[in-house]
C-alpha cells in the first residue's frame, strides 16, 4: 500500500477490524511515520437481471427489498428479517459468481426463504410474482402449502 503523504511503498497494518462487511485497516508509513486509513472489500462482479423483454438492467437490492416488504406488510416480521433474507439471496448469487440472473430464479429464491418466514406473505409474494389470474390460483396454493406442507416448495407454485 502507498503512502498517500509521501509515496513510499512500505508501510505496516497498525490495527485491523471489520466495519459493514469491510475491512478498516490503520496503517502507518515506514518512512514519513505518518497514519492513514484504509478500507478493503471484496470485488463482486456487477450482476444484471436479464428481464423477460431481452433487456437488462442492474440488480436492485432496494426493489427486492420493496417488494418483499409490500408481501409482509402488516405482518409479524420484522425489517432485520426482511434485509437477512435479501443478504442471503445476495451472497448466494454472489458466491455462485454469476454476472447475469433472471428474475424467475430471483423470486424463486425469495420465494423459498419466505416461505420459511411468513405464509401469508409467502402468498402475497408468490401472487404477484406468479402473476395470479383469479381465485383459484390462491385457492390451489393454498391447498397444496396445507395438504402437504413439508414437501411443498416454491418450484411447485
Avoid: H, W
Avoid at 5 to 27: A, H, L, N, Q
Avoid at 56 to 82: C, D, H, Q
Amino acid at each position: 500500500m502507498r503512502c498517500p503523504f509521501c509515496g513510499e511503498e512500505d508501510t505496516k497494518v497498525i490495527d485491523s477490524r471489520s466495519v459493514e462487511g469491510k475491512k478498516k485497516r490503520r496503517r502507518m508509513c515506514t518512512a514519513c511515520g505518518k497514519r492513514f486509513t484504509t478500507f478493503e472489500s471484496v470485488e463482486r462482479p456487477l450482476l444484471m437481471v436479464a428481464k423477460r423483454d431481452g433487456t437488462y438492467e442492474p440488480f436492485n437490492r432496494n426493489k427486492l427489498l420493496a417488494g418483499i416488504f409490500n408481501s409482509t406488510k402488516k405482518r409479524p416480521v420484522r425489517m432485520e428479517t426482511v434485509q437477512e433474507l435479501v443478504d442471503g439471496i445476495e451472497a448466494e448469487l454472489a458466491n455462485e459468481m454469476v454476472s447475469t440472473v433472471s428474475p424467475d430464479r430471483i423470486g424463486s429464491m425469495v420465494m423459498e426463504r419466505l416461505r420459511d418466514v411468513d405464509m401469508v406473505a409467502y402468498v402475497r409474494f408468490a401472487s404477484v410474482y406468479l402473476n395470479f389470474s383469479d381465485v383459484a390460483d390462491f385457492i390451489r396454493i393454498i391447498s397444496e402449502m396445507t395438504q402437504s406442507p413439508e414437501k411443498f416448495t416454491a418450484q411447485d407454485a
